[in-house]
């Protein structure tokens, strides 16, 4: 597995793993310190990082063509959490959609509670905008280690709020 670093002004250093050529995981730039193989370049490295500054930057960029397979193999992923995750791809910059309605869109909508245990756990945030999916009741719900507070400030840069 190769880390490739990178870095975004005002929020930090993240980090992109491959297998070879093919994505398994992105870690969201945080202020904490996060180290890489410096000499590391995947294919498509740098392209996805600048594209994952851009959105942090403010710019509405779409990962839907980030091919994200060899993540879900990498993650052991099931079929119904792959296709929550798919789901979850599917709700377009600046809007949100509920755990409900990504179990509704998945085939299995009473299944709520499997769409907040799948984007709690799923690869490569930022890409899969795990960020935009909150509670039915308005409210922000989790967002695994980073905190609400990080999901918050997603949605205010895409201009969307939650309560």
Sequence with gaps: MIAYRFEVA??????????GDCLI???EPAPRARTGTPSARPPGAPALAKRVAAYLSGRA???ADVDCRAAYARFGLTELEVRMIEAVRTIPYGQTASYREIAELAGH??????A???CA????SIVV?????????GS???YGELGEERKRRLLALEGSHAR
Excluded: C, K, Q
């Excluded at 005002?10 to 297998?19: E, K, M, P, Q």
């Excluded at 909508?109 to 499997?114: C, E, K, T, V």
């Design 10 to 19: 005002g929020w930090g250093a993240g980090l992109l793993h491959y297998d």
């Design 25 to 27: 995981d992105l870690e």
């Design 61 to 63: 960029i779409n990962f």
């Design 109 to 114: 909508p009473r299944a709520p509670r499997s």
């Design 116 to 118: 907040g245990a799948t």
């Design 121 to 124: 756990r799923g690869p490569l």
């Design 129 to 137: 905008p795990y960020h935009r999916v909150i509670r039915s009741d």
């Design 140 to 142: 922000i719900g989790m």
